[in-house]
């Protein structure tokens, strides 16, 4: 099964806040990432937070972890059309390589 | 700066038949990655490249997968034969060095399509 998990779908409605929730399992990961892909593209990197941070905030993007609990979100205010996409949540085991979940289909209605 | 680039986009081969990836990473960035992405799945991690020599390719099915970063800049994937189960895109990435806080750049990916 996958190390990393989060929900399949999300949706929500234009000018709400959306909020990813992701778990993973490797307490050595000392980054955790945000990546977004849209229809026919690559992975497009949104943000990333050090392990000793609990919360990062980047214009629209809020990221909160709770290494305790070994769970991430990411919170995305103002939701808008463009946004539609999957989100990837990704560990980095012992500072090696990425290790991602299966993504969340986030679909911004009108 | 330009980003990682790859080709071709699409590719259709019958199962059996042979094809392979280029990319073309970020200029300057020491470390290459081989992403296979299977629909509804995220990337899972084929081979990894550190200048011009292979850091990990434990998930890499040798058998039939092969691949080769010369000169450490640009790479190419092979598949011989491909079976019905390859069909996924294939995901190119760089970063400036191996390490947590040099992410990862992707290219758009080729989607090969196994029949």
């Known amino acids: 099964g996958e190390d990393v998990e989060q929900s399949l779908f999300l949706s929500v409605r234009e000018g709400d806040s959306s909020v990813i929730n992701c778990t993973y399992t490797d307490s050595s990961s000392t980054y955790l990432y945000w990546y977004k892909q849209e229809p026919g593209a690559g992975l497009q990197l949104l943000t990333y937070i050090f392990s000793n941070m609990d919360m990062k905030q980047d214009q629209r993007l809020t990221v909160l972890l709770n290494k305790k609990d070994k769970h991430l979100s990411l919170r995305i205010a103002d939701t808008q059309t463009g946004d539609s996409a999957i989100y990837f949540c990704a560990e980095s085991p012992n500072d090696y390589k990425l290790s991602f979940g299966a993504g969340t289909t986030v679909t911004v209605r009108a | 700066e330009a980003g990682v680039a790859q080709s071709p986009r699409y590719k259709i081969i019958e199962k059996r038949q042979s094809v392979a990836f280029w990319c073309n990473p970020i200029s300057g960035h020491a470390t290459l990655y081989w992403y296979q992405q299977i629909l509804g799945q995220g990337p899972k991690l084929l081979i990894q490249?550190?200048?011009?020599?292979?850091?990990?390719d434990s998930q890499l099915p040798k058998d039939r997968f092969s691949a080769e970063r010369l000169k450490g800049v640009d790479s190419t994937l092979k598949i011989q034969p491909a079976k019905l189960e390859d069909s996924a895109v294939y995901l190119c990435?760089?970063?400036?060095?191996?390490?947590?806080?040099?992410?990862?750049?992707f290219g758009n990916g080729t989607r090969l399509t196994v029949t």
């Open positions: 490249f550190q200048n011009n020599g292979v850091v990990d």
């Open positions: 990435a760089s970063s400036l060095f191996q390490g947590g806080d040099s992410p990862l750049h």
